[in-house]
Structure formats: structure tokens, C-alpha cells
């Protein structure tokens, strides 16, 4: 028998990537299996970043890129946080890597040591407590609950911190909530912070362009905290280039050269065609690109009728999120219930419940640190999400 490290043996499997792979699997025995575990959009990537990847193509670059991307790549996400969100960085203070995930791993191998403390707000993403425990830091989460849209309060976040509290990490817009702080709400955070010198924040901003009230707000734009941020953003939401793998950080610049000598020894640079794609990209300006505005007013319009389709199904409770594509609801009234085989006692056994008889990938709230609730997402046509809904309806009144 081979004998794994202790460190693969700790780590969890991603569980939406495990329910989204048990969906593909029922689907491939030919059960009509609709998927809403998955967080990618829809939509295919607009034409003018292919045809630049086509053209990059044409002009062979194919050779190895630098490490932390192109140097008019950079300069390209340099501008789009200036225009974009009034923030100046230069070339220098940005890595690009495969994917914002890589760029999240970087940043947190390189800010902690074992014992390190990370707080998390919960609920979160699901690979945010994982990657803390490869770096051998400790997870210290707070909950936000359905009643405050799922935000912590500064509050909240003061009353755990200790003198081994390195990293403060958060997403806005959130997964898997879809809740987005505020300017005021960010301003709090950055008042409590600015009384901590030694505390570090990543915020990840992956979800920028998926918002439904407006301006992206970053809590880097604060001058008392901004040489403390880390921002993680990436092409995957915002523009539908989930399969080109690209992401980025932008912060101190002795970060994203430690960051850049972490990724040298472990993957490189990124694929050199999709980095060319990625400047027509980020030089594109989302307040006026059809692709991005449509996408989101479709998102807009899913979230609403899922909310209103879901609100006639007796015991979920939800709030009404601001960004992203995924709905929160409460479930734990079903918990306790059965259909006369099996028992519901927690959201993963509802999720393994609906799959398995209503053919519908959903994922437990487990996976985000949230007990009480599953997450579905709406990144799916009218058509399917209607008929998702219709059979978890179905579902749900048969458990007694």
C-alpha cells in the first residue's frame, strides 16, 4: 500500500468540483441530471478576446513567458485598476498565474507560517480553509448570518483577533452567498484595521463585474490600509474564460516578488496564448462592453425568478443577494424529515437526497463552513433552472 503524505491524506476534496463530477457521471448513464453545483458562467468568451488569442496563435507565441506574465499584460491590468477601480499599481506589483486560485495559494504560502492565524469570514469559498491548511496557518472564522445578508461586522472581526493574526480574507462580491459589502461597510473594516499594522488583507475580487447594485467597491481604495491589500482578481466570472486559466494579485511589491519566486519554482508562467488574450480583455471597459452588461442583466434576471420560485417552496428561507450567481437558502427545516427510506439530517444529506431522486447538483453549506444552508447556482438557462426548481419543489414535499 502506498503510503501519501500527511499533508494530501488532511486535504478535503473540493466539494462542488466532487458533486459537479457525480452529476457528470449520472449524466454519462444517461440520467437527465440538471447541474447547479458549478460556479461558471453560461455565456461563451466574447469574440475579440478569441480572436486575439487566434492571432497569438498566428504569431507563434508559443514560448515560454515570463514568470509572472507578459510586462504589457501587466501593464494592461495596471490600467484596468485605474480605470476600473481608482487604483494605481504598477506593472511591477502584479503576478499573473493560472487561474485566481493559483494567485490566492501564492499569496497565502507566501504571507503565513505554521500557527499563523487567517480570519475568515463564513460563509466562504470552499478552497479558502483547505489552502490555509497546506500552509500549515489556522483558519479563525466568524459567521455572518442570513438575517445580516451573511457579512461579519467589524465587531465581529475584532473580537477574534490575536497577536497571530496575519491574514484577514474575504470576497466581494461573495461565493457563495453573492452578498457585497458596501463602500460604508469596507470604510468600517478599514478603520478597524488601520489599528492593526501587522494584519494583512486579501480580497478577492474574482466576482467584480457580477453585481447588481452598481460600482465595484474595493477595500483597497482606503489609503490607511492600502500597502496592507492584496487584491485577487481573474478573467473566469466576469468575462465566461473559466477554461483559459487566468488570474492575477496586485499588492505590496515585495509580495509579488515573493509571489513570483513561489510560482518559478512551482508552475511558471502561465499558457502564453491566453495571456495575449487577456490584454484585449482587461483593456476592455465593462461599463461599456454589450458582453459583460448582458451577461449581467441575465444574471439579474435569474437571480429574481429563482427568488420568486424558491419562495414557494415552504421551509427554505433566503435573502435577496447583490452580485455574483448563487443563491444561499436556510434549509434546516427539513432537516429531521424523511420520504420513508431516508432521513434528511444535515444539507449534505439533502443535496445526496435531490441528486439521487430528483436529479438535481446542489451543494451542502458544509463546504462553505454554513451548516444551515445549500448553495445553488443560476448559472444556467431559463428552461433548466425553471425545471431544477420544479423538481426540488417535488422533492422537498415529499420529505414528511
Not at 510586462?71 to 493560472?98: C, F, G, H, W
Not at 467584480?208 to 487584491?231: L, P
Not at 435577496?320 to 449534505?348: C, M, N, Q, W
Request: proline share 6%; aromatic share 8%; net charge negative.
Amino acid at each position: 500500500m502506498i503510503k501519501l503524505s500527511d499533508r494530501i491524506n488532511q486535504l478535503a476534496e473540493s466539494e462542488t468540483l466532487a458533486m459537479t463530477r457525480r452529476s457528470r457521471e449520472l449524466r454519462s448513464q444517461g440520467f437527465d441530471v440538471i447541474n447547479l453545483s458549478i460556479g461558471e458562467p453560461d455565456f461563451n468568451t466574447p469574440e475579440h478576446v478569441k480572436a486575439a488569442a487566434k492571432d497569438a496563435i498566428d504569431k507563434n507565441c508559443t514560448h515560454y513567458p515570463p514568470v509572472p506574465g507578459y510586462p504589457e499584460l501587466r501593464q494592461s491590468i495596471a490600467r484596468k485598476m485605474l480605470r476600473d477601480n481608482n487604483l494605481v499599481y504598477s506593472p511591477e506589483q502584479i503576478v499573473v498565474s493560472t487561474g485566481a486560485k493559483q494567485s490566492l495559494a501564492n499569496v497565502i504560502m507566501c504571507m503565513t507560517n505554521p500557527g499563523d492565524e487567517v480570519i475568515i469570514p463564513a460563509p466562504y469559498w470552499v478552497s479558502y480553509k483547505e489552502m490555509i491548511k497546506l500552509s500549515g496557518a489556522v483558519g479563525v472564522f466568524i459567521e455572518g448570518k442570513i438575517d445580516q445578508d451573511f457579512k461579519v461586522t467589524p465587531e465581529q472581526i475584532e473580537a477574534v483577533i490575536t497577536p497571530k493574526s496575519k491574514l484577514f480574507l474575504f470576497s466581494s462580491p461573495c461565493n457563495p452567498t453573492g452578498s457585497v459589502y458596501t463602500r460604508e461597510e469596507l470604510k468600517a473594516f478599514a478603520d478597524l484595521f488601520a489599528k492593526y499594522p501587522d494584519l494583512y488583507i486579501i480580497s478577492d475580487e474574482i466576482y467584480e463585474h457580477i453585481s447588481f447594485v452598481g460600482h465595484h467597491e474595493s477595500i483597497a481604495q482606503f489609503a490607511s490600509i492600502h500597502d496592507r491589500v492584496i487584491i485577487i482578481n481573474g478573467l473566469s466570472k466576469g468575462f465566461a474564460m473559466t477554461g483559459w486559466r487566468l488570474g492575477f494579485m496586485a499588492g505590496p511589491l515585495e509580495i509579488a516578488k515573493a509571489c513570483d519566486k513561489l510560482q518559478g519554482q512551482v508552475t511558471s508562467g502561465t499558457c502564453s496564448i491566453t495571456q495575449k488574450a487577456a490584454i484585449a480583455a482587461f483593456d476592455t471597459d465593462p461599463s461599456t462592453s454589450p458582453d459583460i452588461q448582458n451577461m449581467v442583466a441575465a444574471f439579474s434576471y435569474r437571480r429574481d425568478l429563482a427568488l420568486a420560485l424558491l419562495k414557494e417552496i415552504p421551509g427554505l428561507r433566503t435573502n435577496t443577494p447583490d452580485g455574483a450567481f448563487y443563491l444561499f437558502p436556510e434549509v434546516i427545516k427539513y432537516y429531521g424529515k424523511s420520504d420513508g427510506e431516508r432521513i434528511i439530517h444535515s444539507g449534505s444529506d439533502l443535496c445526496d437526497y435531490l441528486m439521487d431522486t430528483a436529479y438535481v447538483a446542489i451543494v451542502p453549506g458544509s463546504a462553505f463552513g454554513s451548516l444551515d444552508c445549500i448553495r445553488i447556482s443560476y448559472a444556467t438557462s431559463e428552461d433548466q433552472l425553471r425545471e431544477a426548481i420544479r423538481r426540488i419543489a417535488e422533492a422537498l414535499a415529499r420529505l414528511k
